[in-house]
């Protein structure tokens, strides 16, 4: 990759991620085979921990479902059952192990040292082949997943991870579906296809493909479209 492309972090970024590893909380459990070093980030259904395998000493992340609003297996099921399919993608985050009856219950993934797409785009745009680049490896993820029978139903830049030479890799699945259900998903706004927003809505492989150009939109403008003051401030 050359010093045009290269991504950086905002001051934003980097001092949240400074008072992140700072913070000196205990780890929700403890998981066999792997010593967990800091918190990475925490959010309404868990956290998430970096951590190391004690046997190779291979850095690796853990994601914790810690009942912060009730535990819903449906979605740790869920996201582990689609990364399971998922994991011969060099484009999707791997899966490396489950801890089902762990308390709380969590799994283990790959860790890329380099974060989420949301935090370079807090700097602004990306240059346009930079942009196209992410956009490219995004959709060949998402053509891998449709292919599986999988939904992704929530692309947006902090589920876009980067690889330590900056590939992106597709995250969380949370909230995909298969290609044949027929219970709605909620995406992200501004990302989310109009029609996603109906709670009786069929999920449509066009909402990834939605997500997609807002996407590129943000990569290239720096902001999502149709997101202004006013329409926040709904």
């Known amino acids: 990759m050359d010093s045009d492309a290269t991504l950086v972090q905002d001051q934003t970024e980097i001092a949240r991620a400074a008072e992140l590893s700072r913070q000196i909380d205990t780890p929700p459990a403890r998981v066999p085979g792997y010593t967990l070093v800091r918190l ?3 959010g309404a259904y868990g956290s998430v ?3 190391y395998e004690e046997n190779t000493g291979k850095q690796v992340a853990i994601k914790f479902y810690t009942h912060h609003r009730g535990l819903d297996w449906s979605l740790l099921n869920r996201e582990v059952e ?4 998922l994991y011969t993608s060099r484009h999707i985050v791997r899966l490396i192990d489950v801890g089902w009856n762990s308390e709380p219950p969590y799994y283990v993934m790959e860790y890329l040292a380099h974060g989420s797409l949301a935090s370079f785009l ?3 745009p990306l240059p346009p082949h930079e942009a196209v680049r992410i956009a490219k490896s995004v959709l060949l993820a998402l053509v891998h997943a449709h292919g599986s029978g999988i939904l992704h139903c929530d692309l947006k830049p902090a589920n876009v991870l980067l690889d330590n030479d900056f590939e992106p890799r597709l995250c969380d699945f949370g909230q995909s ?14 990302y989310m296809a109009p029609e996603q927003a109906d709670l009786h809505a069929i999920p449509d ?4 493909v939605y997500a997609l ?13 149709y997101r202004t003051p006013e329409i926040e401030q709904a």
Request: aromatic share 10%; net charge negative; with cysteine.
């Open 49 to 51: 921990w970096l951590a």
């Open 213 to 225: 150009g807002a996407l590129l939109y943000h990569m290239l403008c720096g902001e999502p479209p």
């Open 40 to 42: 990475l980030g925490d």
């Open 82 to 85: 689609k990364l399971a399919v």
């Open 177 to 190: 579906r298969l290609s044949n259900e027929q219970n709605p998903a909620l995406g992200t706004v501004f």
């Open 122 to 124: 807090a700097s602004g």
């Open 205 to 208: 492989a066009r909402w990834d």
